[in-house]
């Protein structure tokens, strides 16, 4: 029963929501009113679904479902957040392949294809202020790792796994072994 | 799909360093896909419920392999996660405490925004055929971070915006095809 209320409950979030931050609101409100996470909980687990891989609602579903019903609780509410991908997103590929090549949505993609290019500058500008500066001071060695990790990237076009392991040693070291803030 | 499930490891930072890994691996290593596709599948993904990069994934999937391939991809980007957050749920208060857990995040952290500026540089070239469409570019950004309207409205602006400018420049076309 507990498995089919995490999938329901994680279905709305899914069809509910857009993606990322846009998320959170709705997961505390299902995870909270079924008892499944504390408001804390819900806090931290926002803070470390944001470190590791994957995108924020598949970690939050697998976090929810493993307090609620261990591992297959964690595939439910998965599932749960999956279901607008494999059903809506589905239907859409279908037809977004069957009429790419159409006069019309070549001139919606004309302007959509800018649109797009604008939020991924949005996403950029966001992000450069929360990863660099922390309460109005910028926080320099993070910064310095940007500036390395860009010239490797745009310059010898190393991969972007290798960056983020070295990124990750960089890390290590600044923060972990010298203790910079 | 081995491809995918190297995305799902290394997606630190949300949905758009996929889309650069993307960038990177698929439009300018292996040309299974343009710049532009590209654009256009992320513009899909996020006009539609559900998480981004799930959606990208399906999209992508479906657009090499059909409908099994989306599956497959889907399954690919969203496993490791699941795998690496059940593990992580085990030892869930020594992960959060964990000093040198937080040194290692925050060095990844800083390298999401190089990511993603080395997407955007790879985007933007398929982005812009005519002039007036860098005013949708800007537009876009404005309303994107002065505000906080779902990104679905900027989609839809994208979509009036492309009816309306193709359809001056290709009457311009027409027209100046008839003169001459």
């Known amino acids: ?181 | 799909m081995l491809e995918f499930l190297r995305f799902g490891v290394f997606t630190f930072g949300g949905g758009w360093s996929i889309i650069a890994q993307m960038q990177q691996l698929y439009v300018e290593k292996k040309k299974v896909i343009t710049s532009q596709e590209l654009l256009d599948l992320t513009s899909v993904a996020k006009s539609l419920p559900g998480t981004m990069i799930a959606n990208v994934a399906m999209l992508y999937g479906y657009r090499v392999g059909g409908i099994l391939g989306g599956l497959t991809c889907v399954f690919g980007m969203c496993f490791p996660p699941m795998a690496v957050l059940i593990a992580i749920s085990f030892a869930y208060n020594a992960f959060r405490q964990n000093p040198w857990v937080h040194a290692a995040m925050s060095g990844m952290q800083a390298a999401v925004v190089p990511i993603i500026l080395c997407a955007a540089l790879g985007l933007a070239k398929g982005s812009v055929k005519y002039p007036p469409c860098l005013l949708v570019v800007v537009a876009c950004l404005g309303i994107y971070l002065f505000t906080s309207v779902n990104p679905v409205l900027l989609v839809v602006l994208g979509v009036v915006s492309g009816l309306v400018i193709s359809g001056i420049y290709e009457r311009r076309e027409a027209e100046k095809h008839g003169a001459a």
């Open chain 1, 1 to 181: 029963m507990v498995l089919l209320k995490l999938y329901w409950s994680f279905l709305l979030i899914g069809f509910g929501s857009f993606g990322g931050l846009s998320m959170i609101p709705q997961i505390s409100n299902q995870v909270i009113s079924n008892g499944w996470m504390t408001v804390n909980e819900v806090t931290d687990i926002v803070a470390i679904a944001e470190m590791t891989p994957g995108p924020l609602g598949l970690n939050c579903a697998t976090f929810a479902g493993m307090q609620a019903a261990g591992i297959f609780g964690a595939v439910a509410a998965n599932l749960g957040v999956l279901t607008p991908t494999l059903t809506l997103c589905a239907l859409a590929a279908i037809c977004f392949q069957k009429f790419k090549d159409s006069r019309l949505m070549q001139r919606i993609l004309v302007g959509v294809r800018p649109a797009c290019f604008g939020m991924v500058l949005g996403v950029l500008i966001s992000l450069s202020m929360s990863n660099y500066i922390s309460a109005g001071t910028l926080r320099l060695p993070s910064l310095a790792i940007g500036i390395v990790d860009s010239v490797l990237l745009l310059k010898y076009k190393i991969s972007i796994p290798k960056i983020l392991l070295l990124s990750c040693g960089a890390g290590l070291i600044l923060f972990g072994v010298l203790h910079l803030a």
